[in-house]
T-cell receptor, first 117, second 111 residues
Framework: GAVVSQHPSRVICKSGTSVKIECRSL??????MFWYRQFPKQSLMLMAT?????????EQGVEKDKFLINHASLTLSTLTVTSAHPEDSSFYIC?????????????FGEGSRLTVL | QQQVKQSPQSLIVQKGGISIINCAYE??????FPWYQQFPGKGPALLIA?????SEKKEGRFTISFNKSAKQFSLHIMDSQPGDSATYFC??????????FGAGTQVVVTP
């Protein structure tokens, strides 16, 4: 089956630093990837839609200058949390859509746990 | 605002029993309804999915029932096993390809 890889799986950083999370589709190409944030015991909240070769579209309430998204190729999207603060600590999950299929199915990464001290 | 409402929040079922999780939606533009299973510290994994032109879909022990007129769908887990203990999310996909998740149901299957 289709595999989406996220890296790093866990990251701890100091307040004020920036952290980059990578999302790669390993065996398919994805023109569209999605980034979610999940707090403990809560659902996944869509943050933004990442489109290859164009700007990401952000959901209401998500700061685009805080969460920088780059989708430079058909297999890679990155999320950079800039000037991270403790309230940004969360589980970040990406998903990708296979560009050759129109099933609606999304393939999810394993998630990246960010802890900001 | 949650576009997909899911219940119950948690569920305890004995091994061999049936787990039933319900979801409801309002947006008639939704055209794809997947269920995801998530274990702690892991990303969600697709379990089974259905489109609105089908009223029921079964894959192994997992069955989705879909009621288009009521805008409701449910997941039935037959012969529940301890390994099924996880959080289950229903979701709905709109025409933009965005997946809207329900709040999740934590299922615990007791031996």
């Amino acid at each position: 089956g289709a595999v989406v890889s996220q890296h790093p799986s866990r990251v701890i950083c100091k307040s004020g630093t920036s952290v980059k999370i990578e999302c790669r589709s390993l065996d398919f190409q994805a023109t569209t990837m999605f980034w979610y944030r999940q707090f403990p015991k809560q659902s996944l909240m869509l943050m933004a839609t990442s489109n290859e070769g164009s700007k990401a579209t952000y959901e209401q309430g998500v700061e685009k200058d805080k969460f920088l998204i780059n989708h430079a190729s058909l297999t890679l999207s990155t999320l950079t949390v800039t000037s991270a603060h403790p309230e940004d600590s969360s589980f970040y999950i990406c998903s990708a859509k296979d560009r050759t299929k129109n099933t609606g199915e999304l393939f999810f990464g394993e998630g990246s746990r960010l802890t900001v001290l | 605002q949650q576009q997909v409402k899911q219940s119950p929040q948690s569920l305890i079922v004995q091994k061999g029993g049936i787990s039933i999780i319900n979801c409801a939606y309002e947006n008639t533009a939704f055209d794809y309804f997947p269920w995801y299973q998530q274990f702690p510290g892991k990303g969600p994994a697709l379990l089974i999915a259905i489109r609105p032109d089908v009223s029921e879909k079964k894959e192994g022990r997992f069955t989705i029932s879909f009621n288009k007129s009521a805008k409701q769908f449910s997941l039935h887990i037959m012969d529940s096993q301890p390994g099924d203990s996880a959080t289950y999310f229903c979701a709905a996909n709109d025409s933009w390809g965005k997946l809207q998740f329900g709040a999740g149901t934590q299922v615990v299957v007791t031996p």
